[in-house]
């Protein structure tokens, strides 16, 4: 076997594997119960995955399962049809959530974050970010602009906002994709040994 560089491949040494468990075990996420569960809800933040959406389309989704997964497959098809629904209807979730986010951008012109720490620059400047003080610069600027300047001024922070909640989201989709696509491989070679 080689690397797709044409090289061969070389098993790691015992000395690799040791520095690997030692650097997992420096990164293995939040230790904090409080990191922990504020980790935890980072797939919440958009309410996609929430039990109650889920719930909402249960029904349709074990409908389609049943659909994809012949009666007569068994209940490790079934079960991968399953993961097929639950992915195809987070997809469609995820890609509704990533239209109305362009969308309210459009209509709206911005998409507008509250401030982390809600200070007054004028008595404690230090305690701002950049983008704080950016933002407070541009407060002062619009006093000077008229409003089609106001706005024009406002749009590539708000895309540079927007853009970022949309590599987020795009992150979760590949997510819901990659699980989907093998999910539907595993089911494929099911349908085939029958």
């Known amino acids: 076997m080689s690397h797709p560089s044409g090289r061969p491949l070389e098993m790691a040494s015992e000395r690799q594997i040791a520095a690997n468990r030692r650097n997992a075990k420096k990164s293995s996420g ?15 933040r958009h309410g996609l995955f929430s039990t109650r959406a889920r719930a909402a389309v249960a029904e349709e989704t074990e409908a389609f399962a049943l659909n994809i997964a012949d009666r007569t497959s068994g ?31 459009n209509i709206f012109g911005d998409f507008k974050t509250p401030p982390l720490i809600p200070t007054d620059p004028s008595k404690d400047p230090w305690l701002m970010s950049p983008a704080q003080e950016r933002r407070f610069l541009l407060a002062k600027a619009k006093d000077l602009l008229t409003p ?8 590539p922070a708000a895309i540079k906002r927007v853009l970022s909640e949309l590599t987020k989201l795009s992150l979760y989709e590949k997510r819901a994709a990659g699980r989907r696509d093998r999910s539907v491989r595993k089911l494929m070679k099911i349908k085939q040994a029958l």
């Open 148 to 155: 089609e300047q106001q706005e024009e001024a406002e749009r």
């Open 30 to 44: 939040p230790r904090s119960a409080a990191g922990k569960d504020r980790a935890s809800n980072n797939a919440y």
């Open 75 to 105: 209940a490790i098809a079934l079960e991968h049809a399953r993961i097929v629904a639950e992915a195809d209807n987070e997809l469609a979730l995820i890609r509704d959530a990533k239209r109305a986010l362009i969308d309210r951008t």
